[in-house]
């Protein structure tokens, strides 16, 4: 008699192979997802940031001297009218996302801090510096804009700053010990 059927072995074998590949394939697709809400955080950390320079160009933000450094919510900055400050992982905390702006001998250089209610973020990262392994999980350290005062150190590139002059629309940071 020729039985035309699948052993138990190989209908096992079968179902293995599937179960792997279905591991694989769940695991790179995660994967990729992650990798698109962190560089859509980083992107729109660069356009709340291009919004701030541009600003700067037109003469519509405080001047700073050398040495000095100017903080500015990125509330104040909407990308677009439909801008509810969500991101990929939750909603921006804004008292804890502005960018700062330095000069250095008049060569300004803009970093960016953000956290969302997730606790993801971007911490003192510098515009040309940015990228997708920026955005951290497990934020714990960014000082909010309303609790900003003279014992507050803010590091960027390795340089403190701290408080100088503070309003409710900016706050201005010299280095330390200039």
């Excluded at 000095?68 to 509330?75: K, S």
């Excluded at 956290?115 to 951290?136: A, P, Q």
């Excluded at 934020?139 to 408080?163: A, C, K």
Aim: include cysteine; charged fraction near 25%.
């Amino acid at each position: 008699m020729n039985n035309k059927g699948y052993t138990l072995i190989e209908i096992l074998a079968v179902i293995l192979l599937i179960a792997v590949v279905s591991t694989i394939a769940v695991i790179s697709v995660s994967s990729n997802i992650d990798f698109s809400k962190r560089s859509s955080y980083v992107t729109s950390a660069r356009q709340y940031i291009e919004k701030v320079s541009e600003a700067r160009a037109k003469d519509r933000l405080h001047d700073i001297k050398s040495g000095e450094a100017l903080i500015i919510p990125i509330e104040k900055y909407k990308l677009d009218t439909s801008d509810d400050f969500s991101t990929p992982f939750g909603k921006l905390l804004l008292d804890y996302c502005y960018v700062v702006m330095t000069n250095n001998n008049n060569h300004y250089a803009y970093y960016i801090f953000m956290l969302d209610d997730k606790k993801n973020g971007i911490v003192g990262v510098e515009y040309s510096k940015l990228d997708s392994d920026s955005v951290v999980d497990g934020v714990e350290s960014i000082i909010g804009f309303g609790n900003i005062n003279s014992s507050s150190r803010i590091v960027l590139d390795g340089t403190n700053y701290v408080l100088d002059t503070a309003t409710d629309r900016y706050i201005v940071l010299t280095k330390e010990g200039a």
